[in-house]
């Protein structure tokens, strides 16, 4: 008895299969559809909204961004226009722009000296407390030693004290010590900041200990720890405080009024509002404005990729 079989034909050989002999097309369309269905999918429910929900929120967060920005533009364009009477609408347009401001500026001889003492205070008290903020946060955070918790949250209640209220008293206390007029009178009394130390405090808390058991296993000292493995992982915090800290160095104005009395040690803000007082022509005084926003602008350009890490990091851990 003899059994026949008949062929089945493939699907992959047939004309009209899905596979032809030129072989298969991926069908890209498709999977971009697919694609944005699951990214759709990804995002709760009430979050999606309606197109035009989306469209009202969009112009009116363009709105907001118009409002913050407006103010940095009018004072750019003021400060490029020539001396001569402020009319509005019409000083606002990009026309006619000159820089005789900035010239005056630059050409002013105390100038140059107020942009130096306002760099060295800023830069100076930027590393000043980063260290000292990073070292206490380690302690408080890793460290084991009778008192630790009391002596910290004693620390960090001095933020519940008012500025003004403690700046008579410092300031008497440098005098006595000769600190006034001086670098380092400006400069000391804002490097304990209960702020950073609380930050350092929280970030560093939330390290494993494993880190700095192995370490000590090794042969590693205190200071070796602290250098070669809890500031190779601060980084993100010490880019975000520096950045905090900075901007309010560049543009403090209380405490370097107080303690700076002669015009040689003035800071840039101190400086340009003296201006103000000796009848100074407006876009030389916004000239000035200019000169010293531009630092701070590129202060958070240069710590932004950090900056929200930072915060985040330091807000959840601990």
């Known amino acids: 008895m003899t059994t026949t079989t008949t062929p089945v034909k493939s699907p992959s050989t047939g004309a009209g299969g899905p596979t032809g002999s030129s072989g298969a097309k991926p069908d890209r369309r ?25 469209i009202g929120r969009a112009v ?79 302690a408080f955070a890793k460290k084991r030693f009778p008192g630790r918790e009391a002596m910290f949250w004693s620390f960090l209640s001095m933020v519940m004290v008012p500025y003004h209220v403690t700046m008579i008293p410092t300031f008497a206390m440098i005098a006595k010590l000769g600190g006034v007029d001086t670098y380092w009178g400006l400069i000391v009394p804002t490097l304990a900041n209960a702020q950073a130390v609380f930050l350092m405090r929280q970030f560093i808390k939330g390290l494993p200990d494993e880190l700095f058991e192995a370490a000590r296993l090794d042969g590693c000292n205190e200071w070796q720890i602290f250098r070669r493995i809890v500031l190779p992982l601060l980084k993100p915090i010490l880019a975000t405080l520096g950045v905090f800290v900075f ?13 700076g ?34 630092p701070i602008f590129a202060a958070y350009l240069v710590g932004q990729r950090y900056f929200t890490e930072g915060v985040t990091a330091s807000g959840i851990k601990g």
Do not use: C
């Open 60 to 138: 009116l967060l363009g709105l907001a961004a118009l409002v913050t920005v407006f103010p940095f533009y009018a004072m750019v364009v003021l400060s490029l226009k020539p001396s001569a009477a402020v009319e509005f609408p019409g000083s606002l347009l990009p026309w006619p722009l000159t820089g005789e401001a900035y010239d005056s500026v630059f050409r002013a001889q105390d100038v140059p000296r107020w942009v130096f003492n306002t760099l060295v205070y800023s830069l100076v008290s930027v590393v000043g407390t980063l260290l000292l903020a990073s070292l206490a946060g380690y």
């Open 30 to 54: 498709g999977e971009r559809r697919l694609r944005r269905e699951a990214e759709r999918d990804a995002v709760p429910h009430a979050m999606r909204g309606t197109r035009g929900g989306r």
């Open 261 to 294: 009395q002669s015009t040689d040690m003035r800071t840039l803000t101190v400086g340009i509002a003296s201006l103000q007082q000796q009848n100074v022509p407006l876009n030389v005084v916004l000239s000035g404005s200019v000169i010293a926003f531009v």
């Open 247 to 259: 901007l309010w160095h560049w543009n403090d104005f209380l405490w370097p009024l107080v303690i």
